[in-house]
């Protein structure tokens, strides 16, 4: 088991480029979230699935924004016409539940940074 | 609408004393709380979590209290190590939830 991997690490674009994240979850785990976390901020949710059907959306995720989880295994996130706000650490976690609790593995993230 | 805050950015304690770390949250509905660890250039790692049918949950030198009445749980770890240095996100869920909600996170600094 390797944990949850998120590529590419580090993204720098110019604003307006379309951008694409990728996801690996535990193979266990059929939940699967994004989050965005900014400086000084806790992670923000986007979106979760379970299995391959998304189930929950924020209104942080705009039109710009889509996610997808085909079969029910790796995740993707792509953000079109990028602007400078959409800099950020993305986040991607899949999750079991512990003793009640849903307990979410994180990954190392994917930084945005928008030129 | 900030439903879970930690409202001290930063805390500096002496290695072997001990660490407090507080969390208010807003929403009612919450029944499940949980702490994690962030290192930099890594994810957030799952220290810690109680249920709101508890008032205390520990684990080794972790331990964390729930002041339902407050709205306020606190994470205490003694004693406290130079590698607990991080940043500390305080996270809840209601039942049926799929999502946490975090904090802020407040950056711990263990002095040697």
């Known amino acids: 088991d390797t944990g949850v991997s998120q590529n590419p690490r580090h993204k720098i674009t110019k604003r307006g480029q379309n951008v694409t994240f990728r996801c690996d979850p535990i193979s266990e785990h059929n939940r699967l979230y994004w989050y965005r976390q900014t400086l000084g901020q806790g992670p923000e949710f986007l979106t979760y699935f379970q299995n391959e059907a998304q189930l929950e959306k924020s209104r942080l995720l705009s039109d710009r924004f889509s996610a997808e989880r085909p079969k029910g295994s790796f995740s993707t996130l792509e953000i079109q016409r990028t602007e400078q706000g959409d800099s950020a650490m993305y986040l991607c976690?899949?999750?079991?539940?512990?003793?009640?609790?849903?307990?979410?593995?994180f990954g190392a993230g994917s930084r945005l940074t928008v030129l | 609408d900030q439903q879970v805050k930690q409202n001290s950015p930063s805390l500096s304690v002496q290695e072997g004393r001990i660490s407090i770390l507080n969390c208010d949250y807003t929403n009612s509905m919450f029944d499940y709380f949980l702490w994690y660890k962030k290192y930099p250039a890594e994810g957030p790692t799952f220290l810690i979590s109680i249920s709101s049918i508890k008032d205390k949950n520990e684990d080794g030198r972790f331990t964390v209290f729930l002041n339902k009445s407050a709205k306020h749980l606190s994470l205490h770890i003694v004693p406290s190590q130079p590698g607990d240095s991080a940043v500390y996100f305080c996270a809840a869920s209601t039942q049926g939830a799929q999502k946490l909600v975090f904090g802020q996170g407040t950056r711990l600094t263990i002095n040697p």
């Open positions: 976690a899949s999750s079991i539940r512990v003793a009640g609790a849903n307990v979410l593995t």
